[in-house]
């Protein structure tokens, strides 16, 4: 049953309208989704109110109940973009982030489990880098334009 919703939504993401969404991509967000259920047979359905050329807004479903939200986009560091994902609980938490490619020799750090929970459990639009987000070296372009795409990503949500 895992592997039918898995292919369920890699076929999806295949025919979405998004353009960051390439083949690593789409392979790594499948298991960390995979992963944060507890391996559950989930399926994902896009918001099309919500989904935009940039995000992939999609509900997350364990059979008729929904379980949240899962957001698929990219932002851009010094130099490349870095594609992740975020999901929200259903009260617009979010509940995890995970990088899934980071092209850039540089600013990796921002890729760090300790440093994306500080993002957790929070549903400000206005979280402030540097105050509210911790400053991390070597990764303030990519940090900071993480915070302000989730920033954006939780105003959609809010609104």
Not at 29 to 53: A, R, V, W
Not at 92 to 98: F, P, R, W
């Amino acid at each position: 049953m895992i592997k039918f919703s898995i292919l369920i939504l890699t076929s999806f993401l295949f025919s979405a309208n998004v353009k960051a969404v390439q083949p690593a991509v789409t392979k790594k967000f499948q298991k960390e989704l995979t992963k944060h259920f507890d391996g559950e047979s989930i399926i994902t359905k896009e918001n099309k109110m919500l989904s935009n050329d940039n995000d992939l807004f999609m509900d997350i479903y364990k059979g008729n109940e929904k379980l949240g939200i899962v957001v698929l986009t990219a932002a851009k560091g010094r130099y490349d973009k870095f594609d992740y994902m975020i999901v929200y609980d259903l009260n617009c938490k979010v509940d995890l982030i995970k990088i899934l490619v980071y092209r850039s020799d540089y600013g990796a750090e921002i890729t760090a489990k300790r440093w994306l929970s500080q993002f957790y459990i929070k549903k400000e639009d206005s979280l402030k880098y540097g105050s509210d987000i911790q400053a991390i070296s070597g990764a303030t372009f990519s940090a900071i334009s993480l915070t302000k795409n989730v920033n954006r990503i939780n105003k959609i949500l809010k609104e």
